[in-house]
């Protein structure tokens, strides 16, 4: 009797259930379509197209007729992996990020520590004014700064020594290391600052009544806490800096001795683009994926020693 009776509560339940499952997919629904068609349909393209070269269907000795893809096996991803120009210009980003991470993210960590101590008011405007300058465009924020660099042009040059060149193969990357840093604070800040108001306030009372400082509160307690965040930001920045472009892209309009193949992305746009050798959608793809492969690698290497340290 007992069983027949909780039949119907049961098939109600599992009827709720499906409803419930189903208006999750619906609300789901158009960022799993926008997650397909901006992100997933994308990666297969370029993983297709790695294995074709576009060459002309006519023979004779200049070719002639339309280009078609011919399908080339590993080639475009063996040339693309022996390029000398592909690993100097990863060779310049790897020297590029040993300085400018670092930078980043310890002024981030400072600043987001300073919002969420007691010795700022107005917190919500410091924060938004920190952030700012990430809401610029890349291009544009990059273009302002070549105009700064410029001594022809810019506001500042005049006043510096002599011969200060901040656009000189010596001094560019700097310069550039610069520019990200500017933009990108503001965002690692916020990653931080969120990761600091999560922490229970009972711990900072706690600590307070032991006779603890606010230095030491910082640094005893705060920063071990916001480690997970460092590594998020950390991780960003990695993946970031391997897709360095507009700042070099930028520079390069002004500096023709940096050459089309300064950075990876560099050389991946103007593979496509059919400004630098080998060209085409099939040697671009097997660049872009090769970054994807690099990046991965360094990500999961710093992760695995975070967590070796942890």
């Known amino acids: 009797m007992t069983t027949v009776a909780t039949r119907p509560g049961t098939r109600r339940r599992g009827r709720g259930i499906r409803r419930e499952g189903l208006h999750g997919w619906l609300f789901m629904a158009p960022f799993a ?5 901006v992100f997933l349909i994308p990666i ?7 294995f074709y070269s576009q060459v002309p269907s006519g023979g004779g000795l200049f070719g002639g007729g ?4 011919t399908f080339v096996g590993f080639d475009n991803l063996v040339t693309a992996a022996t390029s000398g120009a592909f690993w100097l210009g990863m060779g310049r980003v790897l020297v590029y990020a040993a300085f400018q991470i670092p930078v980043m993210i310890i002024v981030a960590l400072g600043l987001a520590l300073l919002l969420d101590s007691l010795l700022v008011r107005r917190v919500a405007f410091f924060r938004m004014a920190f952030f700012l300058p990430y809401a610029i465009p890349g291009v544009i924020a990059a273009m302002m700064w ?4 410029t001594p022809e042009v810019s506001p500042f040059m005049q006043f510096l020594p002599a011969g200060t060149d901040f656009m000189a193969p010596g001094t560019i990357l700097a310069s550039m ?3 990200t840093t500017w933009t990108y604070t503001g965002y690692n800040m916020l990653i931080f600052l969120a990761a600091l108001q999560a922490i229970p306030h009972d711990l900072y009372e706690a600590a307070r009544l032991d006779g603890a400082s606010g230095w030491r509160i910082a640094t005893r307690i705060k920063v071990p806490l916001v480690r997970n965040a460092a590594l998020l930001a950390v991780l960003l920045s990695i993946i970031g800096t391997v897709q360095l472009f507009n700042e070099p892209m930028i520079m390069e309009s002004a500096n023709s001795w940096m050459g089309k193949a300064y950075t990876p992305m560099m050389l991946t746009y103007n593979s496509l683009m059919g400004q630098v050798s ?3 959608n099939g040697p671009a793809s097997a660049f872009s994926l090769l970054m994807a492969v690099v990046a991965g690698a360094m990500a999961v290497i710093y992760a695995l020693v975070q967590r070796r340290k942890a």
């Open 33 to 37: 379509v926008l997650f397909v068609v």
């Open 44 to 50: 297969i393209v370029s993983v297709r197209e790695a």
């Open 66 to 69: 339309e280009l078609v893809d």
């Open 146 to 149: 070549l105009y700064l660099y």
């Open 177 to 179: 290391a610069n520019m």
């Open 278 to 280: 080998p060209s085409g």
